[in-house]
């Protein structure tokens, strides 16, 4: 079945310790975003891919940052974690187009100590 | 500028009743609706989408919403509740671009008891 894939699905980093975390589809889809969700709340959009386009939202902190190296694979590499960004960090794929939904991956859960 | 608004952060049903879980959202421009499922540590799956075709949109597991302009609503219903059906449901607000740049609601707990 076609998929999106993160790993890993639980990660534990020390604050200020770089980590980075993967998604992989086989959607073969355009676009490709990472969602941050805290407990309780609704996923924030902290930037997105158009293909090589690196689209990033205005109130997304300098410590993520993101690579897409193919259209299968998007990285999200948080610099310095501080316990603040402890949360469940989302990967999404959608096709080109406003209407088209997004697709899930079950997550990574990331604890800062 | 869009947004959602979704009516009730916690909604308790009885198995078998009727589900109903409000959504209002603000768009300056027609805009495409959402219905997002998320299960205790998984990602959100796709209930649902309104995309100016027919009105009242049929999901997976028995949901439907029917978009209403007049009342700026996409309320999600279920005719009767299982005890699956609890989880986090987010509505969600997208408009006409080449990326679904999606913005949620706050979200509704469904709560299922016996």
């Known amino acids: 079945d076609a998929m999106v894939i993160q790993n890993p699905r639980y990660q534990v980093t020390q604050f200020g310790k770089p980590v980075t975390l993967s998604c992989s589809q086989t959607?073969?889809?355009?676009?490709m975003y990472w969602y941050q969700q805290k407990s309780s709340q609704a996923p924030k959009l902290l930037f997105h891919y158009y293909d090589k386009d690196f689209n990033n939202e205005a109130d997304t902190p300098d410590n993520f940052q993101s690579r897409r190296p193919n259209t299968s694979f998007c990285f999200l590499d948080i610099r310095s974690p501080g316990l603040g960004d402890a949360a469940m960090y989302l990967c999404a794929t959608s096709r080109v187009a406003g209407d088209s939904p997004l697709h899930f991956g079950n997550g990574t859960r990331l604890t800062v100590t | 500028a869009q947004s959602v608004t979704q009516l009730g952060s916690h909604v308790s049903v009885s198995e078998g009743a009727l589900v109903l879980l409000r959504c209002n959202y603000s768009s300056s421009v027609p805009p495409y609706l959402f219905w997002y499922v998320q299960y205790p540590n998984q990602g959100l799956q796709l209930l649902l989408k309104?995309?100016?075709?027919?009105?009242l949109v049929k999901g997976i597991n028995g949901f439907e919403a029917e978009f209403k302009k007049s009342e700026t609503s996409f309320h999600l219903t279920k005719p009767s509740a299982h005890m699956s059906d609890a989880a986090e449901y987010f509505c969600a607000v997208s408009s006409t671009g080449t990326a679904s740049k999606l913005t949620f609601g706050t979200g509704t707990r469904l709560q299922v008891t016996l």
């Open positions: 959607l073969n889809h355009n676009v």
């Open positions: 309104y995309t100016s075709a027919a009105t």
